[in-house]
């Protein structure tokens, strides 16, 4: 039936197309005739997002000027995510925040927490941290926030990436484990092992996501990135896709849900479909970054490219995206060093070795919106 | 906005309807099914095959940016000589040769020189001027392997506006035009022209310069009157329907006398673009101005209109790029007008640089899945 009526439609536009418009008003009166067949599916052009579309999103933070508010409404983006407030968040500071952004038209649809080192090394302290957590995510609930997002790592191998050149003398975030895997723990840190680091987040976990799950909250954990397996002396529990989906058990809700990243899942040798297939079909991708990357030896040496350039099937899996359903933020992450934002500063910067800033997360909003526009059309 | 595009295929729906038209579009439209549900099986080829090109002169602060993209093809005029003619082989080889040395090959040449007033208008010296476009197609395709022009039959008033920096999203600035700001301005010095006068010049045109361009292998692509209205301060437009652009076609029937897809000015017409695409095909589509518009004035064709951002406008992109696909275009198309953005001047309303970045990574996501539709890898 559906596809009659595309097929009618089409043959119908070919033929408008045939004979040109001019003048078709005059038949406004058969017009009527084919209300009939109004609820049968067509794509409108232009094709936006809804309630039961990804959300493009990017990042700002919570302080953003109105003008790079504008700035980011120009590429056509209505969600970012950002840092929250030191913890415990307040409903009336976490308001303040969003409302800020709603009068400019945008909504906040993600706050990273932090404030937990005592949780992640299972120090003393920890219920106190906790307990902050736990009243964040009652104040998010209360807000409106949809989604909580956090980090569970000791380290991160931040030395492990480089620059490198790409096409037109572009920056690419290139990483290596070889110089950076041997580094010593980091003597206010220590080392930890990956049991201890289950044993914490497990902790964790069960306290903060029955909390979550009450204020209709999704917690998002971030993968790591780079996903090494140690990192100065210390394990990372969220570095393969086995670890993932140990970690979506622990708590079986659909606020223990994860940052489901294609680029990082073919850093690890992935398939990144079927990832997506695996936390996509259980509702525990609560976040998701959009990116692509060429790998040379899964974990160990791989270069963050551009979109269009890497291994990741990148329309592949918006098709899968929009075919699981998912509804959450989609953040076009980690823009290229483009020439332009060395010229122009002023933009919104980078912070990673041949990263960029505003023009490059332009060209990769762009390619996204693209993508689901497309992937919502067939 | 949307209204009006339901509006519109509702019209045209119904239209097929009441002419019953099953039997000349059910083999046009079978074949898109097929590769839409099960994706392509050509071999994968980046950007669809198609050749990203941006407008810029050699001096063009765009051109860092271009090689950043990959947008490896230049619509560039001639670097002009004081002491030559612009169709003199080294004004074009220099210009060939400045390209290649940035790494950016030279594909089109759009609003040709010596190709003005005199030819559209049908002027005492227009022989002349033919005759130089003569000489300036052969030596461009010769000298500089350029083998696309690209020209319009707008004589005296080009492109035309009547607001520059109408706000979009987040302040971005959009060009716009409003047929009645025009009403009531003075005729020009050449008074009303007629639209059969330039049929007239057009034909004569055509007939002297399509066979020289077959010989060679030039691509004349005729872009349609922007904007596609009746006249302008006494002068008609005629490539404003798409009646006349078969018209026009039928004229010297060559696939080097072809046409500009500026998808903004057909879709203002009221034309569905991917089925326009489909029609028309390859071999009359040299060229393509891949944009978006808003038609505001809620009639088709559009007496009033902004030009958007890509992804906001009234023209189903996903299908015209479908469609570019399924015909086997392989041939050049640019971005076309974009608003102004963040921190940029508008001092050349359309052609800023940010918004052109966008306008790339926009086409360059539609055209790879169309490309990867069904593919695994």
Same mark, same amino acid.
Not at chain 2, 103 to 121: A, N, Y
Not at chain 2, 255 to 278: E, Y
């Given at each position: 039936?559906?596809?009659?009526?595309?097929? &009618?439609?089409?043959?119908?536009?070919?033929?408008?197309?045939?004979?040109?418009?001019?003048?078709?008003?005059?038949?406004?009166?058969?017009?009527?005739?084919?209300?009939?067949?109004?609820?049968?599916?067509?794509?409108?052009?232009?094709?936006?997002?809804?309630?039961? $579309?990804?959300?493009?999103?990017?990042?700002?933070?919570?302080?953003?000027?109105?003008?790079?508010?504008?700035?980011?409404?120009?590429?056509?983006?209505?969600?970012?995510?950002?840092?929250?407030?030191?913890?415990?968040?307040?409903?009336?500071?976490?308001?303040?925040?969003?409302?800020? &952004?709603?009068?400019?038209?945008? $909504?906040?649809?993600?706050?990273?927490?932090?404030?937990?080192?005592? $949780?992640?090394?299972?120090?003393?302290?920890?219920?106190?941290?906790?307990?902050?957590?736990?009243?964040?995510?009652?104040?998010?609930?209360?807000?409106?926030?949809?989604?909580?997002?956090?980090? &569970?790592?000791?380290?991160?191998?931040?030395?492990?990436? !480089?620059?490198?050149?790409?096409?037109?003398?572009?920056?690419?975030?290139?990483?290596?484990?070889?110089?950076?895997?041997?580094?010593?723990?980091?003597?206010?840190?220590?080392?930890?092992?990956?049991?201890?680091?289950?044993?914490?987040?497990?902790?964790?976990?069960?306290?903060?996501?029955?909390?979550?799950?009450?204020?209709?909250?999704?917690?998002?954990?971030?993968?790591?990135?780079?996903?090494?397996?140690?990192?100065?002396?210390?394990?990372?529990?969220?570095?393969?896709?086995?670890?993932?989906?140990?970690?979506?058990?622990?708590?079986?809700?659909?606020?223990?849900?994860?940052? !489901?990243?294609?680029?990082?899942?073919?850093?690890?040798?992935?398939?990144?479909?079927?990832?997506?297939?695996?936390?996509?079909?259980?509702?525990?991708?609560?976040?998701?970054?959009?990116?692509?990357?060429?790998?040379?030896?899964? !974990?160990?040496? !791989?270069?963050?490219? +551009?979109?269009?350039?890497?291994?990741?099937?990148? &329309?592949?899996?918006?098709?899968?995206?929009?075919?699981?359903?998912?509804?959450?933020?989609?953040?076009?992450?980690?823009?290229?060093?483009?020439?332009?934002?060395?010229?122009?500063?002023?933009?919104?910067?980078?912070?990673?070795?041949?990263?960029?800033?505003?023009?490059?997360?332009? +060209?990769?909003?762009?390619?996204?919106?693209?993508?689901?526009?497309?992937?919502?059309?067939? | 906005?949307?209204? /009006?595009?339901? *509006?519109?295929?509702?019209?045209?729906?119904?239209?097929?309807?009441?002419?019953?038209?099953?039997?000349?579009?059910?083999?046009?439209?079978?074949?898109?099914?097929?590769?839409?549900?099960?994706?392509?099986?050509?071999?994968?080829?980046?950007?669809?095959?198609?050749?990203?090109?941006?407008?810029?002169?050699?001096?063009?602060?765009?051109?860092?940016?271009?090689?950043?993209?990959?947008?490896?093809?230049?619509?560039?005029?001639?670097?002009?000589?004081?002491?030559?003619?612009?169709?003199?082989?080294?004004?074009?080889?220099?210009?060939?040769?400045?390209?290649? =040395?940035?790494?950016?090959?030279?594909?089109?040449?759009?609003?040709?020189?010596?190709?003005?007033?005199?030819?559209?208008?049908?002027?005492?010296?227009?022989?002349?001027?033919?005759?130089?476009?003569?000489? @300036?197609? =052969?030596?461009?395709?010769?000298?500089?392997?350029?083998?696309?022009?690209?020209?319009?039959?707008?004589?005296?008033?080009?492109?035309?506006?009547?607001?520059? *920096?109408?706000?979009?999203?987040?302040?971005?600035?959009?060009?716009?035009?409003?047929?009645?700001?025009?009403?009531?301005?003075?005729?020009?010095?050449?008074?009303?022209?007629?639209?059969?006068?330039?049929?007239?010049?057009?034909?004569? @045109?055509?007939?002297?310069?399509?066979?020289?361009?077959?010989?060679?292998?030039?691509?004349?692509?005729?872009?349609?009157?922007?904007?596609?209205? *009746?006249?302008?301060?006494?002068?008609?437009?005629?490539?404003?329907?798409?009646?006349?652009?078969?018209?026009?076609?039928?004229?010297?029937?060559?696939?080097?006398?072809?046409?500009?897809?500026?998808?903004? /000015?057909?879709?203002?017409?009221?034309?569905?673009?991917?089925?326009?695409?489909?029609?028309?095909?390859?071999?009359?589509? /040299? @060229?393509?101005?891949?944009?978006?518009?808003?038609?505001?004035?809620?009639?088709?064709?559009?007496?009033?209109?902004?030009?958007?951002?890509?992804?906001?406008?009234?023209?189903?992109?996903?299908?015209?790029?479908?469609?570019?696909?399924?015909?086997?275009?392989?041939?050049?198309?640019?971005?076309?007008?974009?608003?102004?953005?963040?921190?940029?001047?508008?001092?050349?309303?359309?052609?800023?640089?940010?918004?052109?970045?966008?306008?790339?990574?926009?086409?360059?996501?539609?055209?790879?899945?169309?490309? =990867?539709?069904?593919? =695994?890898?």
């Amino acid at each position: 039936m559906k596809d009659n009526r595309r097929d &009618f439609i089409r043959k119908s536009a070919s033929l408008a197309a045939a004979i040109s418009v001019t003048g078709l008003s005059s038949c406004s009166e058969s017009g009527k005739k084919s209300d009939g067949n109004e609820t049968a599916k067509i794509v409108e052009w232009p094709v936006i997002e809804g309630p039961a $579309t990804p959300k493009i999103c990017v990042g700002l933070g919570s302080n953003a000027t109105v003008a790079a508010m504008k700035q980011i409404k120009q590429i056509g983006v209505d969600y970012v995510l950002m840092g929250g407030p030191p913890i415990p968040w307040k409903v009336e500071d976490l308001k303040a925040i969003m409302d800020r &952004f709603k009068a400019e038209g945008l $909504t906040v649809i993600n706050m990273m927490i932090g404030g937990h080192p005592n $949780t992640i090394f299972g120090r003393e302290g920890r219920d106190a941290e906790i307990a902050k957590i736990q009243e964040s995510l009652v104040a998010a609930g209360a807000a409106g926030l949809a989604v909580v997002e956090y980090n &569970f790592y000791a380290d991160r191998l931040m030395e492990g990436y !480089y620059e490198k050149k790409g096409r037109g003398d572009s920056g690419i975030t290139a990483f290596d484990y070889a110089p950076a895997k041997d580094l010593p723990p980091k003597p206010e840190i220590g080392a930890f092992t990956a049991d201890q680091l289950w044993e914490n987040i497990t902790y964790f976990l069960k306290a903060v996501i029955p909390v979550a799950e009450k204020a209709g909250v999704r917690m998002a954990l971030h993968p790591n990135d780079p996903p090494v397996p140690i990192s100065h002396g210390s394990a990372q529990i969220m570095a393969t896709f086995k670890d993932w989906k140990r970690l979506i058990e622990i708590v079986d809700s659909p606020s223990n849900g994860m940052t !489901y990243d294609c680029g990082v899942s073919r850093e690890m040798g992935e398939d990144p479909l079927e990832v997506l297939r695996y936390l996509g079909s259980r509702d525990r991708i609560n976040h998701m970054h959009f990116r692509n990357v060429t790998v040379q030896e899964p !974990y160990v040496k !791989y270069e963050e490219v +551009f979109f269009d350039v890497g291994q990741v099937n990148m &329309f592949a899996v918006m098709q899968e995206l929009i075919k699981v359903g998912y509804k959450l933020g989609i953040y076009p992450e980690h823009p290229r060093g483009l020439d332009y934002d060395k010229e122009h500063p002023g933009g919104i910067g980078g912070g990673y070795p041949g990263g960029g800033g505003y023009t490059g997360q332009a +060209f990769n909003v762009a390619y996204t919106r693209a993508m689901m526009q497309a992937a919502q059309s067939i | 906005m949307k209204d /009006n595009r339901r *509006d519109f295929l509702k019209k045209s729906a119904s239209l097929a309807a009441v002419m019953s038209v099953g039997g000349i579009s059910s083999a046009m439209s079978e074949p898109v099914e097929k590769s839409k549900k099960t994706g392509s099986k050509r071999p994968y080829v980046k950007d669809a095959g198609i050749k990203f090109a941006f407008s810029m002169g050699i001096t063009s602060p765009k051109i860092p940016y271009a090689r950043q993209m990959g947008v490896l093809h230049a619509v560039s005029g001639v670097i002009r000589n004081p002491d030559l003619k612009p169709w003199d082989p080294k004004v074009i080889t220099a210009t060939k040769e400045a390209w290649e =040395k940035e790494g950016i090959k030279w594909t089109v040449v759009e609003g040709p020189p010596t190709l003005g007033s005199p030819t559209k208008l049908g002027l005492a010296n227009k022989d002349e001027e033919i005759s130089n476009f003569i000489t @300036f197609m =052969k030596n461009l395709k010769q000298y500089g392997d350029v083998d696309v022009i690209c020209y319009n039959w707008m004589p005296v008033i080009s492109w035309a506006r009547t607001q520059m *920096d109408r706000p979009g999203r987040g302040g971005a600035l959009m060009t716009a035009f409003d047929y009645e700001d025009m009403k009531g301005k003075p005729l020009t010095e050449f008074g009303e022209v007629s639209k059969e006068s330039l049929w007239k010049n057009l034909e004569y @045109f055509l007939k002297a310069v399509v066979p020289e361009a077959e010989k060679i292998g030039m691509n004349l692509s005729l872009h349609p009157d922007d904007p596609q209205v *009746d006249s302008i301060q006494g002068i008609s437009r005629i490539m404003n329907t798409v009646e006349n652009f078969d018209r026009m076609l039928a004229l010297y029937p060559s696939k080097f006398s072809g046409l500009t897809m500026c998808q903004g /000015n057909f879709s203002l017409m009221g034309a569905d673009i991917p089925a326009l695409v489909r029609r028309w095909g390859k071999d009359k589509i /040299n @060229f393509v101005h891949f944009r978006s518009v808003q038609d505001l004035s809620g009639v088709l064709p559009s007496t009033k209109f902004t030009e958007c951002f890509h992804d906001e406008g009234q023209i189903d992109m996903y299908e015209a790029m479908q469609a570019y696909y399924d015909i086997g275009f392989n041939g050049p198309l640019r971005p076309d007008h974009v608003p102004t953005m963040f921190g940029e001047t508008n001092e050349r309303p359309g052609y800023m640089t940010l918004g052109n970045l966008y306008a790339t990574g926009y086409i360059r996501g539609l055209a790879e899945s169309v490309a =990867k539709n069904g593919r =695994k890898g």
